[in-house]
Nanobody, 120 residues
Framework: QVQLVESGGGLVQAGESLRLSCAAS????????MAWFRQAPGREREFVAS???????LYEVFAKGRFTVSRDIAKNTIDLQMNSLKLEDTAVYYC??????????????WGQGTQVTVSS
């Protein structure tokens, strides 16, 4: 059984940092990409950042320069370091296993999500 468990969400003030972690189990993840997505209230789920099986990183425009994705293949984990957080970063953040790009429908496995709330 594949499981993805996110942690690290919380309430922070604008300008502060937060680090999300996702631990995966139940699958050989070496040949898969991993990614972070987010969904704000009333909005569609959107791509944040990913690392594919070759280690290539992708970032959505809003994440470039502020967020850093990192993956530990040996531990089957993916982290998301988020700096200079803004009010609009408030969302539920999900990790997923799939192609390692921004194509949401191609991601087969998803975590339960972790809430990130940025206050002024």
């Amino acid at each position: 059984q594949v499981q993805l468990v996110e942690s690290g969400g919380g309430l922070v003030q604008a300008g502060e940092s937060l680090r999300l972690s996702c631990a995966a189990s139940g699958l050989t993840f070496n040949n898969y990409g991993m990614a972070w997505f987010r969904q704000a209230p009333g909005r569609e789920r959107e791509f944040v950042a990913s690392v594919n099986s070759n280690g290539r990183e992708l970032y959505e425009v809003f994440a470039k320069g502020r967020f850093t994705v990192s993956r530990d293949i040996a531990k089957n984990t993916i982290d998301l370091q988020m700096n200079s957080l803004k009010l609009e970063d408030t969302a539920v953040y999900y990790c997923a296993v799939g192609p390692g790009d921004f194509d949401i429908p191609r991601y087969e496995y998803w975590g339960q999500g972790t809430q990130v709330t940025v206050s002024s």
